[in-house]
């Protein structure tokens, strides 16, 4: 088994956080993208351009998750400023969220 990771420039929503992001091939272009229908390499290049962030949603996730041994749902719930003060990290933060 082969696994690849295609990265693209970052959208306006990633940005602030990375300057690439994960290449995301929609549903209408996956049959174009595996080669069950033909795809002109135009097409193939447009797939690779930066998903619309008008289309995506960001929130703050447990520090749980930049750990490969953490496995479950609850790993995409959105944390509060409070939960993510009392988890440890000896790497420090991607970002900071001020208490009001």
């Given amino acids: 088994m082969l696994g690849i990771s295609i990265g693209s420039p970052a959208n306006e929503l990633i940005k602030p956080l990375n300057a ?15 080669g069950e229908e033909p795809v002109s390499k135009q097409d193939l290049k447009r797939m690779l351009r930066p998903f619309a962030a008008s289309q995506m949603r960001l929130w703050p996730v447990s520090e749980r998750v930049g750990n490969w041994r953490n496995n479950g ?4 719930e959105p944390v509060s400023e ?6 440890p990290s000896s790497r420090g933060r991607l970002f900071e969220m001020s208490v009001v």
């Fill in 73 to 76: 749902a609850d790993l995409v």
């Fill in 82 to 87: 409070f939960d993510l003060d009392g988890i």
């Fill in 20 to 34: 690439r992001m994960p290449a995301i091939i929609t549903e209408a272009d996956l049959k174009k993208w595996i």
